[in-house]
């Protein structure tokens, strides 16, 4: 539940930053005990914007920031 919950905040802060932006939850199954965002160009590349494998104990640094997201999308579009 608390993946959930994490990438509905980050969901709704980026779609909340940039109109008309298409988010995708877990398109693909994602992997056990991580939290990825990544960015899919319209080229077809895909940029990570945030990684928590790696992160943590406490469990709590393997969640973003949902600003910390939006800024990471912005300076890989501009």
Do not use: C, M
Not at 39 to 64: A, M, Q, Y
């Amino acid at each position: 539940r608390v993946y959930g919950r994490n990438a509905a905040a980050v969901s709704e802060a980026l779609r909340g930053a940039i109109a008309h932006l298409a988010v995708d939850i877990n398109p693909r199954p994602p992997r056990r005990n991580s939290f990825e965002v990544s960015l899919v160009k319209e080229d077809g590349s895909t940029v990570e914007l945030w990684s928590g494998i790696g992160k943590g104990p406490p469990r709590k640094l393997k969640f973003p920031q949902p600003e910390i997201v939006v800024e990471a999308l912005k300076s890989n579009l501009a």
